[in-house]
Structure formats: structure tokens, C-alpha cells
């Protein structure tokens, strides 16, 4: 197991050798709780075999996170998490390095919404953003803040020629095709004009959408709310789960879906998995 202690203030080198299956397929799921979602997670891996599948809302501090049988899946794990609330894990089929876990400007770290290691060459930068509750709530601020903050990050770490890809639980619908009822959504804290300027903000300084390459039509959608009956054989969700890149790694995508079956399984999270496949 890799224990989930980080470098502060580490620099990643640019340059590694990658050793890895091509293509190179990196996933990303909101379990709503790994531990209660984990035969759902060991499935998945067994079915796809991805090199990465990145984790959020984990909801378990360290001491109890489940990594042993997800190491005898064949994968490394690493992670940072709470009781209850919040989390995030990183698993891969080779050993990940340079890790370090939150933000680093001095402020709280938020360590148990972003993990990001190495890969390879390849940099992975896995965040669990704050929903935000509601517009008028203090934490609907700070969720505005948080990309502020980690357009910051991305800036003094990195360059958009790094090979990276940001993954994970967003909270952002992006465009109207995102939301099966984007009108009735203006003042929601997902789809408020200010969080996807500040989300905007973030992919300008050098992200590609990696699903919206591959998919620019509506109806693509990767939650769905347990309050809506048949919410997925209707339609009814968002895609606020996400697959960027920087240009670089962009250009080799060459597949990208949202799988539905883990959403329609007993016991499901209210997320369910996207993937995106790259050659290498």
C-alpha cells in the first residue's frame, strides 16, 4: 500500500518514462462513500481494467479506508478522507509518485478535495469540488474561492504544455446541455453564472474538455438525483463530473463515455463513472 503522506511544496519533475498498456483509459466516480460502494468499485476495475480511476466523496478517514482489496485487484491506491464527509482516492495500475495532497497557499489545505501524483510522465490532479449549498450560503463563496485558489495552484505547479489531466466531482454543469432542465437552474449553485465563470476561469488557463471532444451533444449526464424516480431511464441529470487535459494529452484522446450500469446497480452512488481513453 502507498501511504498517503505527500511532499509540501514538492515540484513534479517534467519528464518520466511511461510504462503503460496503450490506450491509456482514466476514469473518474463519485462513490458517495467507498466503503459502501466498494463491491461496486471492485467490479468496475475487474470489468474495465482501467490504468486510473480516480475517486471522490470517499467519506472514510485514513485509518479505515478499505485499500486492501483493491490492492489484491492488482492496483496502488493512495488517499486522504474524513468521517462522514468529503475525500479522495487515486488508483492506479502502477506505482504513482510525487503525490501530494490540497492546495498550498496558506490557507486552509482542504487536503481531502485534491490529490494529484504522477503517473508515469503523465500528471493526474483528482478534485472533489465544494457544492456550495446554496447562492446566498457562506459556502457558496467559498466554493467560487476554491477555483480561484486552484487556478493558483495550477499555475504555480505547472504549465499548460505539462502533460495532466484534472479529473473528478466538479459541481459544475458548464452549459445549458449539461442539465436536462438548464431553465429552471439559473440561481442553482451548479449552474449559476458567477460558478461557471469561475470554473471557465480555471479551463482557460489550459484545459480541454476531453468528453465534450468526443460527445457534443446534450443529454450526457453522470449524476442523478436518489429524489427523482427513474431519474436515469428518464433522462433526468447533470454532467457535473469531468475529464480535462491539457492540450497536449487532449490531442491523444480518443474515446470518452459516461458508463450508466454502476448508476442502475443495487445500491448505486448518485454519480456514476466517466472515462476517457488516451494513446500513448
Known amino acids: 500500500m502507498i501511504e498517503t503522506k505527500g511532499k509540501a511544496g514538492s515540484h513534479f519533475p517534467l519528464f518520466s518514462v511511461l510504462i503503460l498498456r496503450s490506450p491509456l483509459k482514466i476514469a473518474t466516480f463519485n462513490v458517495n462513500s467507498i466503503r459502501s460502494r466498494l463491491d461496486t468499485v471492485l467490479a468496475w476495475l475487474s470489468r474495465h481494467q482501467p490504468d486510473v480511476l480516480c475517486l471522490q466523496e470517499t467519506k472514510v478517514q485514513d485509518l479505515d479506508f478499505p485499500s486492501r482489496p483493491i490492492i ?3 492496483y496502488q491506491v493512495i488517499f486522504r478522507g474524513e468521517k462522514s464527509y468529503n475525500g479522495v482516492a487515486l488508483i492506479s495500475k502502477t506505482k504513482p509518485t510525487d503525490i501530494r495532497f490540497g492546495l498550498d497557499d ?3 489545505p482542504d487536503e481531502t478535495r485534491l490529490v494529484a501524483a504522477k503517473v508515469g510522465s503523465w500528471v493526474i490532479v483528482n478534485t472533489y469540488v465544494p457544492q456550495g449549498r446554496d447562492i446566498e450560503h457562506a459556502m457558496y463563496q467559498c466554493k467560487l474561492k476554491w477555483f480561484q485558489r486552484l487556478h493558483s495552484w495550477f499555475s504555480r505547479h505547472f ?3 505539462t502533460p495532466l489531466v484534472w479529473v473528478g466531482d466538479l459541481n459544475i454543469a458548464p452549459e445549458a446541455r449539461d442539465i436536462h432542465n438548464a431553465e429552471e437552474q439559473a440561481n442553482h449553485v451548479c449552474y449559476h453564472q458567477a460558478a461557471r465563470q469561475a ?3 480555471v479551463v482557460a488557463w ?3 474538455d476531453v468528453f465534450r471532444k468526443h460527445h457534443p451533444e446534450s443529454g450526457q449526464y453522470s449524476y442523478f438525483d436518489y429524489r427523482t424516480p427513474n431519474a436515469v431511464k428518464r433522462k433526468m441529470g447533470w454532467r457535473v463530473d469531468h475529464i480535462l487535459a ?3 494529452l487532449a490531442a491523444k484522446s480518443t474515446d470518452a463515455f459516461i458508463d450508466l450500469e454502476p448508476r ?4 448505486p452512488s448518485d454519480h456514476t463513472v466517466m472515462v476517457a481513453d488516451f494513446k500513448v
Open 159 to 161: 504549465t499548460p504544455k
Open 72 to 74: 489484491n485487484a492488482g
Open 199 to 201: 470554473f471557465a476561469d
Open 106 to 108: 496558506g490557507a486552509e
Open 264 to 267: 442502475l446497480g443495487p445500491s
Open 246 to 248: 491539457t492540450p497536449v
Open 206 to 208: 489550459g484545459f480541454v
